[in-house]
């Protein structure tokens, strides 16, 4: 029998680097989109190039799509691209909804031309909840986006239903509503990683070739490290463990959605205490409140009911959030050296 073939939008971004290492492992032949001015940004998946293909086009070109789907002919589709930063989609609402929103829409559409078997993933998110009046937040939780990008996700979940349930000719579109999820492979514009890189910065002395953050400064400035609302709670796991559960999904006979999280909810002051205390430094030494890193409308608490997928998928967390952050902080500690 021939091997299934997966197809990844979003490919080199984090989750889409852990998605195609995973596939790969059950030998699925893997194909990806990788945005025309980005084709140098191959960083998360540089080591995976010889076995995969790549496509070059993005989700607000329907006729890329199209050539890639024509060409490639995938048994399954992850849509994981999308301007993903909550904080940035305020300053691009435009492209945000674009990319997230219409762009999922184009990718279910040309599927829906081409493919109309492949089984479809759509990368929905937490951020769709905005300020729940529930906690914690299940798939009965009511949407209540508070950011563009949230609402261009809640766009692209809803159509996702309304295809799934088109009765003359319905597609298999499994929505994961994923809560936050980090890694050595987050970009550096989220708060988690900006800490973890900030204290292998501190702790190894850096002073030059120091990264930037979303606004093009220096992440650590003066030896000291800005940070938005301290007291923002989210349920935060480890994405390699999450991209397992994209994958379960669309293993079922019965497409649905599921919330995936740990169901434990943590503060960014308890992020950052956590991360210096690897090193054995206290936070409150280094870091410093900036309100500009504060969004302009509020989102959360968050914190995932993963009661379904655990009970359906057999999904279970397997990394704790002190795990977690050793990770990221080990990982940076060799990187920024």
């Not at 769709?128 to 009965?140: H, L, S, V």
């Not at 999280?261 to 991360?275: C, D, I, N, P, Q």
Request: proline share 6%; hydrophobic share 40%; aromatic share 10%.
């Amino acid at each position: 029998m021939a091997n299934k073939k997966a197809f990844i939008t979003g490919i080199s971004g984090q989750d889409g680097s852990y998605l195609t290492e995973f596939l790969l492992k059950k030998k699925y032949e893997v194909a990806g989109f990788i945005r025309r001015n980005a084709a140098n940004d191959t960083g998360n998946i540089e080591h995976l190039l010889s076995e995969i293909k790549i496509y070059h086009g993005d989700l607000v070109s329907p006729e890329s799509i199209a050539m890639a789907m024509l060409d490639f002919k995938p048994d399954e589709i992850y849509n994981l691209a999308s301007q993903s930063s909550p904080l940035a989609s305020f300053r691009d609402v435009f492209g945000t909804m674009m990319i997230t929103g219409v762009g999922a829409i184009q990718v279910f559409e040309r599927a829906k031309q081409i493919v109309p078997k492949a089984k479809i993933y759509q990368a929905s998110t937490s951020e769709m909840f905005g300020k729940p009046k529930q906690i914690p937040q299940n798939e009965e939780t009511p949407l209540s986006p508070a950011n563009p990008y949230a609402a261009a996700k809640e766009l692209a979940h809803r159509m996702g239903k309304i295809y799934r349930e088109d009765k003359n000719q319905p597609l298999f579109i499994c929505c994961g509503i994923l809560f936050n999820h980090e890694s050595p492979r987050r970009g550096l514009n989220f708060v988690t990683r900006k800490i973890s890189a900030a204290v292998a910065c501190i702790k190894n002395h850096k002073k030059e070739g120091i990264p930037i953050n979303e606004r093009g400064e220096p992440i650590v400035k003066d030896g000291k490290l800005r940070l938005g609302d301290l007291d923002a709670k989210r349920d935060w796991g480890y994405a390699p463990d999450y991209v397992e559960a994209m994958w379960m999904m669309l293993q079922r006979d019965r497409p649905e959605d599921f919330v995936i999280a740990t169901g434990e909810m943590h503060t960014v002051e308890e992020f950052a205490k956590e991360a210096f205390g690897v090193i054995g430094l206290n936070w409150k030494d280094y870091v410093v409140v900036d309100d500009s890193f504060v969004p302009p409308v509020q989102t959360g608490p968050l914190c995932g009911d993963a009661t379904r997928a655990k009970k359906v998928l057999g999904w279970e967390p397997k990394t704790s959030f002190k795990e977690l952050v050793k990770i990221m902080v080990h990982s940076d500690l060799a990187k920024f050296h």
